[in-house]
């Protein structure tokens, strides 16, 4: 088998080490996010790649039928095939069947360093070279191009991640780190890499596991998290604004519901509160609303769910989900279906759901905010009837919602039968991926439809009682972004800065809550 020449980090001594043991998240972020660093392959995730190579290689060349070494593959196992490199190659070429729009470079580079530390496992029976080829792309941002529809999320992500290992081969397509797409032949004599030729099983590898599903599920998991503290912020923020009861965010009636996340929820809605003049004034109204009054009972069921769901990614990030998988100190090659999707597919589908709650109940604060009650005016206008003040954003807010709602159908509740019935139960968890991800995009813009309504109610109350500390810094930073609307404007891009206010930050990093939490 010939071999890449292209020599990594790792041989000149160079870089830092990926971590060895078991990655957290907040790992995966961290390395995700990190820049003028080279990662290299540590020296223990090379002795375990390259025994298991050896142990793969060694079998090879006896006698013994071995699927997808010396076989055919899906419903083509039983037949038995002598040429071991071409039958890698012919695997990544027939397998890239992808379709659609491509994928992010965030989420692309996520599946490359979610695949490296899958087969840096030594359950693979890669080579390092072909392991470091990843990490060289990872580390260059020498992106594939992988299209994001054709996986059905069952013997792993097959047509995506043929896509992603397309370049090692020298075809398929990578977007340089300029911002240039070219062909990968092109870009490996730019770059002075030269094509890989893949040896036993390597290719099988390679597109066997969950990278797309877990890569699409990790950078939304990511603004998730920040999504949940932004729900809390502000739904403190309406509340004030509307005028609404803080009283519903009494830890005691939290403590007697037994449920984590309202706990938490509350917390945050009240400690965005502290100190806020407004919210201290007497009501005549003993009870607000459910989308004011619930908020810590719905954001907090959200809440727990995304912890659900970070544990199963979590457990996936570290797991080997290629087949058959190789024990070397077991002498055992086994088949089995470690990549079949489902626990990511339910846990899309979970996901897909908390974060559309967030939305939903956000638009029917924004409902509320713009009903004329409780001293603010109709639609948040200045001059009601000759503007229509934020009036459409509501509309746009309940469209979002709505789509949504049918965005939220399980995918994994569909089935398909693929390989002449060899496949015959698939999970749909990419197609979950890809709802989930579309789901948190349209809950960002409502909740950038939220403070725009936020902010401009707070406005319009003036000076009449002060804001809490914490909600007047979100004020402040947010007019930055978006100003107060004194007549009808053109709203398309005041809401796009809204979303990207909102997706580019946690509300923590724009407002100190350390004095209203002591």
């Not at 081969?169 to 240039?180: A, H, K, L, Q, Y």
Request: with cysteine; proline share 5%; charged share 20%.
């Amino acid at each position: 088998m010939e071999t890449s020449h292209h020599e990594g980090a790792e041989a000149h001594g160079q870089g830092q080490a990926l971590p060895e043991g078991w990655w957290g998240a907040d790992v995966f972020w961290q390395l995700s996010h990190e820049e003028g660093v080279t990662r290299t392959l540590s020296a223990e995730a090379i002795a375990r790649i390259e025994r298991c190579h050896a142990y793969l290689l060694g079998r090879a060349s006896g006698g013994d039928t071995l699927y997808g070494i010396n076989t055919g593959f899906g419903d083509l196992a039983t037949t038995r095939v002598d040429d071991l490199v071409g039958l890698q190659r012919n695997l990544l070429v027939s397998h890239a069947c992808g379709v659609g729009e491509p994928l992010s470079g965030e989420v692309v580079k996520a599946m490359l360093l979610l695949k490296v530390k899958a087969l840096s496992q030594g359950h693979s029976g890669v080579a390092v070279t072909t392991v470091q080829r990843l990490l060289d792309h990872w580390n260059a941002g020498v992106l594939p191009v992988v299209p994001s529809q054709g996986s059905l999320g069952a013997s792993g992500d097959l047509a995506p991640l043929a896509h992603l290992v397309l370049p090692l081969i020298g075809e398929g397509e990578v977007v340089m780190p300029d911002g240039r797409q070219m062909a990968s032949a092109d870009a490996l004599r730019e770059l002075g890499w030269p094509a890989l030729e893949l040896g036993p099983k390597e290719g099988l590898a390679l597109i066997n596991g969950t990278q797309m599903m877990l890569g699409t599920g990790m950078v939304a998991l990511e603004r998730v998290t920040r999504l949940a503290d932004w729900a809390d912020a502000l739904g403190a923020w309406s509340l004030e604004a509307w005028n609404g009861l803080k009283a519903a965010m009494h830890p005691s009636i939290h403590r007697i519901r037994n449920q984590a996340g309202a706990m938490i929820a509350a917390h945050n809605v009240a400690s965005w509160l502290e100190g806020s003049e407004r919210a201290a004034q007497p009501r005549i109204y003993v009870q607000d609303p459910y989308s004011f009054r619930c908020m810590p009972q719905v954001h907090g069921a959200s809440r727990d769910v995304v912890e659900g769901v970070r544990a199963v990614f979590e457990a996936e990030m570290n797991a080997v989900t290629d087949n058959p998988l190789v024990f070397p100190d077991e002498d055992l090659i086994v088949s089995g279906g470690n990549f079949h999707g489902q626990p990511l597919a339910l846990a899309m589908d979970r996901l897909a759901l908390a974060i559309h709650e967030w939305a939903s109940i956000s638009e029917r604060r924004v409902f509320k905010l713009l009903s004329g009650q409780r001293g603010l005016p109709a639609f948040l206008a200045s001059n009601p009837g000759l503007n229509s003040g934020y009036m459409i954003p509501q509309y746009t807010a309940a469209s979002l919602v709505s789509y949504s709602k049918q965005l939220c159908t399980p995918a994994s509740a569909d089935n398909a039968d693929s390989s002449n019935g060899q496949e015959d139960h698939v999970s749909m968890g990419a197609n979950g991926a890809l709802q989930m991800w579309r789901v948190l995009e349209h809950a960002e813009q409502v909740l950038g439809i939220e403070a725009m309504c936020a902010a401009q109610a707070s406005d319009l109350r003036g000076d009449d009682h002060a804001m809490a500390p914490a909600l007047q810094e979100l004020q402040i930073a947010f007019r930055q972004h978006v100003p107060f609307l004194e007549r009808d404007a053109v709203m398309a891009p005041l809401m796009a800065s809204a979303a990207a206010w909102i997706r580019e930050g946690a509300p923590g990093e724009k407002a100190d809550l350390r004095d209203a939490q002591s």
